[in-house]
């Protein structure tokens, strides 16, 4: 994909070929581009752009690129291209904008438009409420199906989608959800009610985003019904959206698990200033946690002076605990975050971890003991084999069992990431080593 | 969510009651339940279901638990079963099945259902050839908004989706995409191809699976169309098989992350035996590739017993080695994986990643010169505050630079994970450290 020059044009200030190759580039690929760019050239390659691409362009970006986008273009074009977003798509932008500049906007939009907006900002930042659409068509159980179609040319053009269609009783409340397919094969005087399927998939405003998300991917929804604490219905959660909202979750997923906070812009756009502020709380806190494997060393500083040879080991041995935890962490981790174990498992895990941690453990002591035994001799050998056996099968069972326990006190179980369980389980392995040498080495 | 009955309640072989309880619970639990039960239990909760009951849960289920499901039913209704299976969802399932069983049931579909099926597997298992769907239902440029409607009328009921309906030449080829939404609200005289759009997504059969889910996400596509050479549709990627493409390899790149080879089952159901054989090789090789810490330690080891406090700070120097190193693959392989950095983008992200390293070794340094100097003397203040930035650079860099290079080379960028990148910075963050401490120490 030769897409490097729009880079270079911009850079080069270069304006007649810049616009001539923005109009000929697919939407995708102008705003993956962009978000590649910084603030003051974002700004100058979207000057550029048609009014109706300009929108197409600014649909497909990250919020923090939109940010950057409003900030360098004049009053009348930053209120065209916020209008004219979706609801639920203007609540993310506003998250990212100064409050001033919200409030700004929200007196220039349309009553209509400020009213929907106004109620989805009112939900919790992370609740699906804040990411449904209340752009839906709904129809009464009592409709024929003649006139709900009617009805859909309506209203249609403007609602979100209409391919999913929630079926209210007299109060509001949701009963059941039919599709414009089921309308288009139906005999026109059925009654939606009797079309409908009742068997219906829904959740509250306050679930959390993930949640809804993952149900419309589970489920293979195109819109998931969002309904009030009484069942009536206030929005919907549209496929595109849960496809967002899961891809920014495993990001932050991601990010987490490689021991540092989520970044929220592209990794391009993040300065290296940022980058360090992302990593280096993380690094700072490990650090800290690791000063205990120096207390634990100075500790057993006399049995080192004895036996130098005893420091030789000290990497192989705290690198094999931290990966055998970090193995089991991922896996546990993962599989919580699909739904595939709970709290409730823990027991089940933790015996099933400890069988595995023993199998590896037993696997690299057979590796490692002949080896260590023709250098060192059969002493050092034995020291190694026990070592290796149960520093794997602790640092399995605490891998498995953190995230898990994290959960349970409310902390995000992504968090307890291979930095984390290698630090943890450094320390304790040390202090199995030590003990192990003194013991056979008869020290 | 109290659901933890089922399992007991197949333990226990209660059927009056299961069958009770199986009836009254949502599809997508009765899924997840089954999931977390061994082969025989799969299939005794299974037969009792009804028919059409039966079929909603064994299409919600993995490819790997509808493979015990069939193992543990008679032969008719195993064939109603896979019959009914959209012929996609077909391919998976029988890319688990051995292949006699593959053939016997293949036999036994009808022409149409074979025909269909034995195309969708002809193509590489990660194309997005084999996810698509080849029932979908295409319109002709030239035809009416009426026509078309009767049309879809008329074979919409088994398309898998007509939400997306794609609109061909006279040869076959792709030359635009419409909607039902936009059918619905036109005119019933207007012609297709003035109602289409032009400027349509798609990809060819050969195109990997990922990209093209992607695509679906990124574009909030319901159905992308898939083309041959000759730009002929031959099927369609519907927005709820990208999103379990999605689900896939991301639950493959977390289990590369953390240092183990995925499991395709779900997590509980795979023995404590096949957990250690996912991630046995992979501690092998990292205790092989960690044996060279060994030989460095080794080398220093006069350095060693003149001075043994230095082996206290060895944990400490080589977790924040690993964890920096960890933190900057973390973000690459991310970016890397949503397509926001490529190859070319090297030379700006090692620069990046190298001020990104020396910011966050100078802020260690910083934290770590004080307290080491009020215990071991302004000397070892100075070695540890040398080493850390200098440790800290470089496993940044190489952190960075390696998932990079590893798609260079056409390795998963994903293999380059957190236990990699320790095992490979422990060695030379031990060569700087010795040789940090011998200049400054004067050794």
């Known amino acids: ?196 399927t009742t068997d219906v998939h829904m959740v509250t405003t306050d679930t959390d985003r993930e949640d809804a998300a993952r149900l419309v991917r589970e489920a293979g929804l195109i819109a998931l019904p969002v309904v009030d604490s009484e069942q009536r219905l206030v929005g919907v959660l549209t496929v595109d959206d849960a496809m967002e909202i899961l891809e920014v979750e495993e990001t932050e997923d991601f990010a987490l698990h490689g021991g540092h906070a989520p970044l929220n812009k592209p990794y391009l756009a993040v300065s290296a200033f940022g980058l360090a502020r992302a990593r280096g709380v993380w690094l700072l806190v490990l650090i800290i946690a690791a000063a205990l494997t120096v207390n634990v060393l100075q500790f057993f500083e006399d049995t080192l002076e004895q036996v130098v040879t005893l420091a030789l080991f000290i990497p192989l041995l705290i690198d094999t605990g931290g990966n055998s935890g970090a193995q089991a962490s991922t896996a546990v981790i993962r599989a919580m975050a699909v739904g595939e174990v709970r709290l409730a498992d823990l027991p089940r895990i933790v015996w099933r971890e400890a069988r595995v941690g023993v199998l590896l453990g037993a696997m690299l002591a057979v590796a490692v003991f002949i080896p260590v035994t023709l250098i060192w001799g059969a002493d050092f050998g034995f020291v190694m084999a026990i070592t290796l056996v149960t520093i794997c099968t602790w640092a399995t069972i605490a891998g498995a069992a953190l995230p898990l326990l994290a959960k349970r006190i409310g902390i995000d179980p992504a968090v307890v990431s291979a930095p984390v369980i290698t630090t943890l389980v450094d320390a304790t392995g040390l202090v199995i080593y030590f003990l192990v040498a003194i013991t056979i080495l008869g020290l």
């Open 1 to 196: 994909m030769d897409t490097a020059p729009i880079e270079e044009l911009v850079r080069e200030g270069d304006v007649t070929a810049l616009t001539a190759r923005l109009a000929d580039t697919p939407v995708l690929t102008v705003a993956e581009e962009l978000s590649r760019l910084d603030g003051s050239e974002t700004a100058v390659a979207f000057r550029v752009l048609s009014r109706d691409r300009a929108l197409e362009v600014f649909e497909a970006l990250d919020p923090s690129d939109q940010q950057q986008v409003l900030d360098g273009l004049r009053d009348d074009r930053v209120l065209h291209l916020v209008e004219n977003l979706d609801p639920d798509d203007r609540v993310r932008l506003f998250d990212e904008l100064p409050a001033k500049v919200v409030t700004l906007l929200l007196e220039q939009l349309s009553p209509a438009e400020r009213r929907m907006t106004g109620l989805l900002m009112g939900y919790p930042e992370d609740s699906v409420g804040r990411h449904m659409s209340p752009e839906y068509v709904s129809l009464r159980a009592s409709l024929t199906v003649e006139d709900a179609l009617a009805r859909i040319r309506r209203e249609g053009v403007d609602a979100e989608t209409i391919y999913a269609l929630p079926v209210l009783d007299d109060h509001r409340r949701l009963i059941g959800v039919t599709g414009l397919r089921s309308l288009i094969v139906a005999d026109p005087a059925t009654r939606i009610g009797d079309l409908m």
